[in-house]
């Protein structure tokens, strides 16, 4: 498995990677001191790419979460020790090999094999009639290509919300 | 008063002047294409115009050939594959068929990191994205009937690369065709893995080793195949900027180039054989600017750091493909226009060859018929646009020849800096750029710029943040069914019923024991594993023992 890296601490350590501020008026991108969501992100299986990954570990950081960044070649099992050790509140796959139907709801499996109920949120190329099937398989919200920072921001705070109400 | 008919400035070329001359006599040595070269209003044009140097001329800025695409058209190589082996070889052959003579591969994700088709790994991926080779059983089937002496292959693989070449060669010589009859390319650039698509296997030198073993094998053994084409395409879509896109590339050439050397291979020898791949995105000039710097920096680089005298080491020869990251999942119809202006600016950039992607394809593997328009795309470049008439067309512009200087200036600072990083070689130096995170940070640093400028509405992308009425909805999308994984499966273990063990195993410690002796070339062993039916995977991990893996610092 990959070394972790802790985007926020890493950012305080190292200093000069500053990539702007969130815009104000955007409430999805505002940093929230209350509820500071702990959010593991990876890419699961062999494909390598992983710039929208990056980005989006950019975005979530800059909306005040913290991210878990467990980068290439990860295993359902390594994101559940992984989720699990880092008590996320969600966990965050991107797909682009077109292995999404499989690999998508192993993860959702794995996660509920372990007893936990943390939401699985897959970005990435999904094509449109796959996102029904995903969600039925119990992934929690499916981001397109050019789904926006606000968008990306507030649909892992809702998959955390949603979540947290079921389980209560 | 100026006389009306008589131009201020001509723009032709002095046809006294002793370098146009030179130029004429090596433009007309070459054999043209017959066909009118003039405009559609049939206005005659010449070959060239503007200053000197002229294409086929050191820098060669302006081209690497004298008469460019008068004598032949840019390749219109289209990269496809998926399924089994025997699919994508019925798809051959109708290429064949239909008078093609360039066949492309593209393997699927498992075989292009070393995984057999039943590893854990290859779950869900197995002939996804190209087609699925475990074993020479599959390459046998690859290229069944077709003869390898008439065809030229390109195959797109890195980390494992040198089993491929080894299958590939075994299958040719099974059918009587030696391998120095062989034509082709196989990508294996495994710097760029590193720093951008992440398809490696072992760590960063012993990678290295195995790329500087292929191409000693292929100076000595195989003189018409070209062992890497160093690849800026993936650095791109993976979010950098044209100049760092041109910059790394280059700077990985410099780096082979001092491998191959260190290995005892002389420059000359194996330079005129490595050729590049480059992305052609949707800045038109942008583009155009730094494939006209790569030519030139290629050329004095090789001329005054690494001593080449041969004029073919000298060439920056490359295929292009359009950018298959600025294609959108909204209105993608839209992206049709995109891969138009992005072709034009790979013709106006003096590309070899191109390939343009399909409109669907920010969706899935393109269908046929998306893949039928993208191919129609360039030809309508070719053959109307009247583009291919006249070398380097925008040569002498002020703003292209000042783009082109500056994707020069910015490369130059980045291979400054990296020569300092590596005391005075390049090689070390985008060693230490891998190891300190140097590419991969600045690649995200771009994407993400790229992203936050879209975000916030300062960068237009059409029908994503602006312009967005209208169709939104998806048009048919290629599906690959179950049922390949299943077939593969199944000739999996066939293969391995059938082969002999025993051959097998020894063939496998030959591989391990020449991966443990760094002036053994891996080459023989690889091939003698391969003809066991060594499974790929198998051979991979051979090395493996020796070499280890290499496990990426997750960097964001």
Redesign the interface.
């Known amino acids: ?5 802790r ?1 926020n601490s ?1 950012t305080e350590s190292a200093g000069p ?1 500053r ?2 501020d969130a ?1 104000a008026d955007d409430a999805a991108l505002t940093p929230t001191q209350d509820a500071r969501l702990r959010v593991v992100l990876a890419k699961l ?7 929208g990954l ?2 989006v ?3 979530l ?1 800059d909306a005040g979460m913290e ?1 878990i ?5 990860q295993t359902t099992d390594s994101i559940v020790a992984a989720a699990e050790q880092e008590d996320a509140d969600a966990i965050g796959l991107s797909m682009h ?3 999404h ?3 998508a709801p ?1 993860m959702v499996a794995a996660v509920a094999e372990a007893g936990m109920t943390t939401p699985v949120v897959v970005g990435g ?1 999904v ?3 796959d996102v029904q099937t995903l969600l039925d398989a119990g992934v929690a919200t499916v981001l ?3 789904a ?3 968008e990306v921001a507030q649909a892992v705070r809702d998959a955390v919300a949603a979540a947290e109400a079921s389980a209560s | 008063m100026t006389d009306r008919n008589q131009p201020a400035h001509s723009w032709e070329p002095d046809p006294e002047s002793d370098s146009y001359r030179r130029y004429r006599e090596a433009y007309e040595a070459a054999k043209l294409r017959d066909v009118p070269f003039e405009t559609m209003s049939g206005v005659p044009v010449a070959p060239v115009y503007g200053d000197p140097p002229y294409p086929g001329e050191y820098p060669y800025t302006r081209g690497v050939y004298p008469s460019m695409y008068r004598s032949r058209l840019w390749t219109m190589r289209m990269f496809a594959g998926f399924g089994t082996a025997e699919d994508t070889n019925a798809r051959f052959k109708a290429i064949l068929r239909n008078g093609g003579t360039g066949l492309s591969t593209a393997f699927d994700m498992p075989t292009l990191m070393g995984r057999d088709s039943n590893s854990p790994w290859s779950l869900g991926e197995v002939g996804r994205a190209g087609v699925a080779v475990d074993t020479l059983a599959d390459m046998e089937d690859l290229f069944s009937g077709i003869d390898l002496s008439g065809v030229s292959t390109s195959m797109t693989i890195n980390g494992p690369a040198a089993i491929i070449l080894a299958m590939y060669v075994a299958v040719a010589e099974k059918n009587g065709v030696a391998r120095a009859d062989l034509a082709g390319t196989i990508q294996n650039d495994i710097f760029k893995e590193y720093q951008a698509q992440k398809e490696y296997i072992y760590p960063p030198r012993p990678s290295v080793r195995i790329v500087t073993d292929m191409i000693r094998f292929t100076t000595a053994e195989m003189p018409r195949w070209h062992p890497v084409s160093i690849s800026g395409y993936h650095i791109r879509e993976a979010g950098s900027t044209a100049a760092q896109e041109l910059a790394f590339t280059l700077a990985n050439g410099f780096a082979y180039v001092e491998a191959a050397v260190a290995a005892g291979v002389d420059v000359d020898e194996f330079a005129g054989r490595l050729s590049f791949f480059f992305n052609s995105h949707s800045d038109f000039f942008e583009e155009i600017g730094k494939f006209r710097a790569a030519r030139r920096i290629w050329a004095r680089w090789m001329s005054e750091r690494y001593g080449a005298t041969n004029e073919r080491s000298l060439l920056c020869r490359f295929h292009t493909q359009t950018a298959g990251v600025s294609l959108t999942a909204q209105q993608p119809e839209n992206n049709i226009a995109r891969v138009a202006i992005q072709a034009l600016a790979g013709a106006l950039g003096g590309t070899q060859s191109l390939h343009t992607d399909s409109f669907d394809e920010a969706l899935a593997l393109p269908t046929e018929k998306a893949a039928r328009i993208a191919l129609r795309t360039q030809q309508i470049v070719a053959h109307e646009t009247g583009v291919a008439n006249v070398a380097d067309p925008l040569g002498g512009a002020p703003y292209v020849e000042w783009m082109t200087d500056e994707m020069e200036r910015q490369a130059e600072a980045v291979f400054a800096h990296l020569d300092e990083l590596g005391n005075g070689s390049i090689l070390e130096g985008v060693y230490a750029g891998i190891e300190n995170g140097y590419f991969v940070g600045e690649i995200a640093d771009s994407a993400y710029r790229f992203e936050r400028e879209v975000n916030e509405g300062r960068r237009i992308i059409v029908g994503v943040n602006a312009f967005t009425d209208g169709s939104e909805g998806e048009g048919d999308i290629l599906r690959i069914s179950a049922e390949t994984e299943e077939m593969q499966l199944k000739r999996l273990t066939e293969v391995k019923q059938r082969r002999d063990d025993d051959a097998v195993g020894r063939a496998l410690a030959a591989v391990t024991a020449a991966a443990a002796s760094p002036t053994t070339n891996l080459m023989p062993p690889i091939l003698e594993a391969v003809h066991t039916y060594a499974t790929l995977e198998e051979i991979v991990m051979a090395m493996e023992a020796e070499f280890g893996t290499y496990v990426e610092k997750a960097i964001i």
Not at chain 1, 69 to 73: D, E, I, K, S, V
């Open positions: 498995m990959g070394e972790i890296e985007a890493e990677e990539v702007g815009p299986g062999l494909d390598g790419h992983d710039r990056k980005v570990a950019r975005i950081r991210v960044y467990l980068g290439l070649r090999n077109a292995g139907l499989t690999l192993a190329i094509p449109e009639e397109g290509p050019g926006s920072a606000t």
